[in-house]
């Protein structure tokens, strides 16, 4: 079946760095890819959206020159967390909606952990 | 306003017995979507189960299912026969309006199954 491929799964950074995290759609074009973010014991918070062509859109309170979003192709969504500091740190997850017939599917990647040392 | 909300932030749940997960949302749009996550310590985001807004009945997948109560707006999660592999983290969340794919996800439900 359709999935969402996310990469890394797990990085530790330096402070200072910058860290690329990649979704790619396998199987089904994805016009549109969601970037969450979550910290340890909580819920899902909508970063950004991205769109294949267009610039991203960002949720308020999100810094969109320090979380830099390309969406290059229609299966690739890249999100970069720029100058990483510690509070950066957090569980990374994207989404991306398959289209289908009666509605769509929201195929989910495992996440990238982020530790910034 | 909290758009989703989750009450129980754990609970607990004897192997083999039926547990339900509280979840209430709040929408002024006619047109939404209810769903239900498991996610593990692992991390990953598995689907359980939908519900639409204009679905008349509720949403049954093998031993979870939906008690949506749309007056009430309320849309539990029943997991019958528990199971140990079914202790992980819950969410509830929803989607707004017919062209929206974006999810906005309630606090969660840490489940624990004991044997």
Redesign the interface.
């Known amino acids: 079946g359709a999935v969402v491929s996310q990469h890394p799964s797990w990085v530790i950074c330096k402070s200072g760095t910058s860290v690329k995290i990649e979704c790619r759609s396998l199987d089904f074009q994805a016009t549109?890819m969601?970037w969450y973010r979550q910290f340890p014991k909580?819920?899902?918070?909508?970063m950004a959206?991205s769109n294949e062509g267009s610039k991203a859109t960002y949720e308020q309170g999100v810094e969109k020159d320090k979380f830099l979003i390309n969406h290059a192709s229609l299966t690739l969504s890249t999100l970069t967390v720029t100058s990483a500091h510690p509070e950066d740190s957090s569980?990374y997850?994207c989404?991306a909606?398959e289209v289908r017939d009666r509605g769509?599917t929201?195929h989910?990647g495992?996440?990238t952990?982020l530790t910034v040392t | 306003a909290q758009k989703i909300t989750q009450t129980q932030p754990g609970m607990f749940v004897q192997e083999k017995e039926a547990v339900t997960l509280d979840c209430t949302y709040d929408t002024s749009d006619p047109s939404y979507g209810l769903f239900w996550y498991k996610q593990p310590s692992s991390g990953e985001m598995i689907f359980l189960i939908y519900q639409g807004s204009y679905d008349q009945q509720n949403a049954t997948e093998g031993r979870y299912s939906l008690n949506f109560q749309k007056a009430r707006k309320s849309a539990n999660l029943v997991i019958s026969a528990s199971q140990l592999g079914d202790s992980a983290m819950y969410f509830c969340a929803m989607r707004e309006g017919l062209v929206a794919r974006q999810l906005t996800f309630g606090s969660g439900t840490q489940l624990t199954v004991l044997p």
Do not use: H, V
């Open positions: 549109t969601f909580q819920s899902l918070m909508l959206t569980f997850i989404s909606p769509f929201l989910f495992n996440g952990r």
